[in-house]
């Protein structure tokens, strides 16, 4: 694994926190729907006004590629990411004003593991590696672990 790809992931997750707790702020004045709402629309914007450029630049390809032929006879199963978005905004914006930064991205960490498993068992018929179970057992672990409060 290269450092660029560490440092692009590292980045990625700095980036998916920050966008919680902002998200989150925005949500107490309005609504978990309404800032998922705004998240996305200026994620749109961003993204369409020289952010696909940008993108295209970095990771290869040109513009024309982000709407390859045969993109609108895809399956609609292939478009519910963008439908999971809004759940997993939304959701990240109503519970870390309830329970906090840290227990917001471990249940989500958790959930992307657990997801994960699941993934690679489905694409690799069911062969999955050791030390994958054991880290996403030790995540599972550290989420269980990290509820425990001090008696007292």
Same mark, same amino acid.
């Given at each position: 694994?290269?450092?660029?790809? !560490? ?9 998916? @926190? ?12 309005? *609504?978990?729907?309404?800032?998922? /709402? ?5 994620? /749109? ?5 020289? @952010? ?14 982000? !709407? ?19 759940? /997993?905004?939304?959701? %990240? ?5 309830? !329970? ?6 471990? /249940?989500?960490?958790? %959930?992307?593991?657990? *997801? ?11 062969? !999955? ?12 672990? %550290? ?10």
């Amino acid at each position: 694994m290269s450092t660029s790809a !560490i440092l692009l992931a590292l980045l990625g997750g700095l980036c998916v @926190g920050l966008s919680r707790q902002l998200n989150g702020r925005l949500s107490v004045g309005t *609504s978990p729907m309404v800032s998922s /709402f705004w998240n996305h629309l200026v994620g /749109f914007l961003a993204l369409s006004t020289g @952010g696909a450029l940008i993108g295209a630049i970095l990771f290869g390809g040109t513009v024309e590629a982000l !709407i390859p032929a045969g993109a609108f006879s895809a399956p609609g199963y292939a478009y519910v990411g963008g439908a999971m978005g809004v759940i /997993f905004v939304a959701a %990240g914006s109503w519970l870390i004003v309830r !329970i906090g930064a840290v227990a917001t991205a471990v /249940f989500t960490i958790a %959930g992307q593991m657990i *997801s994960g498993v699941l993934v690679d068992l489905v694409h690799s018929a069911g062969q !999955i590696g050791w030390p994958s179970l054991v880290g996403a057992a030790l995540i599972l672990a %550290g989420v269980a672990l990290s509820q425990l409060r001090p008696r007292g």
